[in-house]
């Protein structure tokens, strides 16, 4: 009769991959991609990997650890614009680069708002965001302020466009005319008039509106202060 035996700690199967943070973070974005975050534990990333869940404690502290990762992952891969000292064009560069890679993995994208990364890479965005509103003369909690509800508004945005489906509209052009039809049928008066523009949904246009609207909050901020 033969043994069957668990994967020793720390050392994955023959064939695995060789376990190491980034192998780990690649695993854990696929569970997210596939199931959210709630799916992430131990026990599902060691799953995709093939490995003893044991021995991801080796590498990560437990699953705030996982979580910590993919969030450190998405903010420190960012690819920051050097600063040109212009408020706003530096800050819709940043913008921009952010859903660049949030857009990457959109399910993870939101653990930004949520952990307390401490690691150089994670936190290289907040520091060119606090550099370019500082440079103004912006107070330093008010700055802090300030970035936390641009970070609120564009990954709320970007939510809004992976999971827009009908309630923010449709692309094709059939499920733009049948969603039209609803609204104008609703016996909503502005709903009816405003049904050409609800029913379809850009994702770039809406993006650059978000952005510009909160930029614009931003400056007239600054100016104030």
């Not at 600063?83 to 399910?107: C, K, N, S, W, Y």
């Not at 650059?208 to 609207?213: G, N, Q, V």
């Amino acid at each position: 009769m033969t043994e069957t035996r668990e994967p020793r700690r720390g050392r994955p199967p023959k064939g695995a991959p060789l376990l190491n943070r980034d192998v780990i973070v690649k695993a854990t974005l696929e569970v997210i991609d596939l199931d959210g975050i709630d799916a992430v534990s131990m026990r599902s990333v060691a799953r995709v990997l093939g490995v003893d869940p044991k021995s991801l404690y080796n590498h990560v502290a437990g699953k705030d650890g996982l979580l910590d990762a993919v969030a450190e992952q998405i903010l420190g891969s960012m690819r920051l614009p050097e600063p040109t000292g212009e408020v706003r064009g530096d800050l819709r560069a940043i913008g921009h680069a952010f859903r660049d890679r949030a857009l990457a993995h959109p399910q993870a994208a939101q653990l930004v708002l949520t952990r307390q990364l401490a690691s150089f890479e994670g936190l290289a965005p907040v520091d060119a965001v606090l550099a370019v509103l500082r440079a103004t003369g912006c107070p330093r909690r008010e700055a802090v302020s300030i970035l936390r509800s641009l970070v609120a508004t564009l990954i709320g945005t970007l939510l809004r466009e992976v999971h827009a489906g009908p309630t923010y509209g449709v692309t094709d052009a059939s499920g733009i005319a049948q969603r039209q039809a609803v609204l104008e049928r609703s016996g909503l008066p502005r709903v009816a008039e405003a049904a050409a523009d609800l029913a379809r949904f850009d994702s770039d246009a809406e993006f650059e509106f978000t952005l510009d609207l909160a930029l614009d909050a931003v400056m007239a901020r600054l100016a104030a202060s």
